[in-house]
């Protein structure tokens, strides 16, 4: 069974950034299937860089628009971006370090706010994006 899986309800009515968060899920799923079948380190990290990589893009990405069309909530926004990429990055580093897999504890927190970044703190950028034609 899957980590989680998309649903509906999160998406946030732009296009773009509904598919960046499908991808998100997708890569956790893909961590989570690689801790549950054993996999070798070298995979496990290969997976936590691209999760890194790929979260720093969509990242940016939400970061440029809301930059170019004066979003009042940038700040507060790229502030959970950083700490988010912060805490992965130390996921990685210390799994690098120790060649150790991703605790369920790890692997809860990821989907944990990934969903609550979503549904909370994405939602709210939602209509400002719509009401500029960003859809």
């Keep these: ?30 961590l989570d299937d690689a801790m549950a079948k054993r996999k070798s380190a070298e995979v496990i990290g290969g997976i936590l860089k691209e999760l890194i990589a790929y979260t720093r893009y ?19 926004h790229r502030k959970e971006h950083e700490w988010f990429t912060g805490k992965v990055a130390q996921f990685a580093q210390k799994h690098q370090e120790g060649g150790l897999g991703v605790g369920i504890e790890t692997m809860t927190f990821l989907k944990n706010w990934l969903v609550d970044h979503i549904l909370e703190t994405d939602k709210q950028y939602s209509g400002f994006f719509n009401t500029r034609n960003v859809n």
Excluded: C
């Design 58 to 76: 969509h990242f940016s990405e939400e970061e440029k628009l809301m930059t170019s069309l004066g979003y009042a909530g940038l700040q507060q």
């Design 1 to 30: 069974m899957a980590l989680f899986e998309w649903k509906e309800e999160f998406s946030v009515r732009v296009g773009a950034f509904d598919s960046h968060h499908k991808r998100l899920v997708d890569l956790l799923g893909a």
